[in-house]
């Protein structure tokens, strides 16, 4: 499996209340992602980095700020927390953006807003 | 828009009995295409993939999928399932975005 960790794995917070996730990896790998996973939606891609404080939005990213200060972490930050985002946030990670890539996937987090 | 559609949201079978899981995408260019499988409680596995050469394809636990593509589909196959397959399976494609897109996801329930 890849080097990749995700912590807090279970968080239970409040609407309104600021939370961030953080995503590290051992790979030294470029690219890092950040998805949510909700029932009848897949994975849908929330921030995505490729570099050092380089990163551009997704499909969902409405919410959701991200940093990236080193190349091993990628932070996901959610500015004011709403029950909508009550859902289990994925970090992956690649090698490169190119056609041959493949993205692997870290442990998850399941956040719970109340 | 790009797009993937899994058409079987929740699949049961026994124990031995063949699966085929369906898979179409909506994009007229060069796709990479993906399955993964999420085990309970565990996080994403890539299972196979295809970039480009022959359309079938082997992956790991003896699971194949086969890219058509006048037919828009990557269907996954097993001959034989065992309960240890008990799981989600998600198809992902990759269009010129770069990004991966993927479907609603089909949970399998292998009944022993």
């Known amino acids: 499996d890849a080097g990749i960790t995700q912590s807090p794995r279970h968080k239970v917070t409040e609407t309104g209340t600021p939370v961030t996730l953080r995503c590290h990896q051992t790979e030294n790998h470029r690219y890092m992602y950040w998805y949510r996973q909700d029932p009848g939606h897949g994975l849908r891609l929330i921030h995505y980095s490729y570099g050092v404080k380089d990163t551009d939005k997704g499909e969902v990213s409405d919410g959701y700020s991200v940093s990236r200060s080193k190349t091993e972490d990628f932070l996901l930050t959610l500015e004011s927390a709403t029950s909508s985002q009550t859902s289990v946030y994925f970090c992956?990670?690649?090698?490169?953006?190119?056609?041959?890539?493949?993205?692997?996937f870290g442990p998850g987090t399941r956040l719970t807003v109340l | 828009a790009q797009s993937v559609s899994q058409h079987n949201h929740h699949v049961i079978l026994s124990e031995a009995a063949s699966l085929e899981l369906g898979c179409n995408y909506s994009y007229g260019g060069t796709v990479n295409l993906f399955w993964y499988v999420q085990y309970p409680g565990q996080h994403l596995q890539l299972l196979l993939k295809?970039?480009?050469?022959?359309?079938l394809v082997k992956g790991i636990k003896g699971f194949e999928a086969e890219f058509i593509k006048s037919k828009f589909s990557f269907n996954l196959r097993k001959p034989s399932v065992q309960w240890s397959d008990t799981a989600e399976y998600f198809c992902a494609m990759r269009g010129n975005t770069g990004k991966l897109i993927f479907g609603q996801g089909t949970t399998l329930q292998v009944k022993p």
């Open positions: 295809y970039f480009s050469g022959d359309p």
């Open positions: 992956a990670i690649s090698d490169r953006a190119a056609s041959t890539d493949t993205q692997y």
